[in-house]
């Protein structure tokens, strides 16, 4: 009886485990950042962080215009550019006032986000969700 | 013929309406430029308080409540290629305890590419580091003081902080890290009566200043470490009060290094000039020599709080005619400690000692005798100094 016990406890254990590895996953699914620009700019993965720090204007000439994304800020800082909000916001005061760089927007969601991108030859993004088409995906993270 | 580098006014009425009217210009602006460009009117602004040890430099007592710089900077772009840097600061005058109107920056930048943008204007004049990298911005100032020597002309700076004339600057990708160069030239200063002024609207004796700086910023494992030189000369005529009155000639060539290292735990800057002075006043010689340094490294102990250190040292000739027409132009070492704590990115609060001793007797300023310009004597003596700031920016 107490084996049985015993036996179905670990069947337990393992389902709660199986079942908790599941949405484990699926949270780190909904966490993926995907960082997109126009699709007629040459930008490469190489060039994300100095993008979105302000250590790279243009590519082959267009200007590139960043935008964050609200609901996608967090884990974008934590993921791409390895930088704290307060570091992140802290390092574009810094750009604004010495080299006169303007920080990028701050959009509400994804949709803003694509529709910015689509418009603008520089347009560079990121969104939490798999990008539509007639956007570039630089790199999934 | 007055060359004026400040507004000033007769009647303080006047003054008043005329900040009043420059402010509400300024925010008038940006809410223009808001609307159809999305152009947002930057600043800083800081207040605080001090108490210090009775100093032999008048204007540096400290004694209660203090207000800081209120500083005001736009920075529109016009397409592309075109960008600006607009910048005005209301300064309190060490002297009247009034404020100042201040146009800290003018310029306007056409963008060749990241290896390249000339600016044309008003600009802080590009040497070491803290120059360009804090100047008016309390806020991201590490410390409450700048390093005494780097400080503006009419505080204690032993150079012109600021410049008006042209500016080439860029940066190309070497390695892992950035080559970044600066090239610049402009009219050269003057010294009016002890405070060097820089010349907003001619060059008063025709004779340009220039000077580079060129630094690596590594990148990789050594990324937030930055090495450079940098250099600049300039011919600075000394005048009576009265502004047209020529007393003498200085001339100032600097040459020297600098350093920084910044990381998560670590805030680290160093700074170093080397003065060759000629004296113009007998044809070039004999060729004084100075020197300037200073030693900042701050401790990130929590995210948020940094306890930082500071060691000035300044080793001047007093015989050299740039500095001995100098009002601060002097010897002296200054130990400064402190602690900042970051409310958020936008606001900090610092707590700052510092201890300042002034090495020289110098019993004739100016070199000029009865011709003298009215600076005070220099004694030797040491004064201490505790403040405390609050530091915003927008």
Redesign the interface.
Known sequence: MLLASNSQKIKYFIAAFILLSGLMAMANASADVYVICNSNLGATDADIKDLFTG????IG???VVPVDNKSAQGEFLAKVVAL????Y??NW??K???D???AP?VLGGDADVTAHVKANP?GCGYVASAPSDGVKLVKKY | MQLPKRITFKSDTKARLFRFLLAASLLNLSQIASAEDGVPLHGFADAGWASGSPSQVAREKTDGFVLGTVDLYLNPQFQDNVKSLIEIALEPDLDSQEYDLDVERIQVGYVYGEWGTLWAGRFHTPYGYWNTAFHHGAQLQPSIYKPRFIDWEDHAGFMPSHSTGIWFQGKLGVGSGKFAYDLWMSNGNRNIAGESDMNILRDDNHTPGYGGRAAYNFGGALDGLSIGVHALTDEIDLYAADLTTQLSRGKMNMYGGFAVYESDLIEFSAEYYWFANPNQNNGGSPIYHSSAGFVHLGYNATANNQVYVRFEDANIDNEDPYFNNLENGFSYIRSVVGMRHNINARACVKVEANRTSIEDSITNPSNLGTQGIGLAPVNPGTFDELRVQYAISF
């Open positions: 250590e790279k204007q243009a000439g267009t200007k704290t909000k307060v570091k916001d802290s005061a810094k604004s006032f010495r006169g760089l303007t927007s520089g």
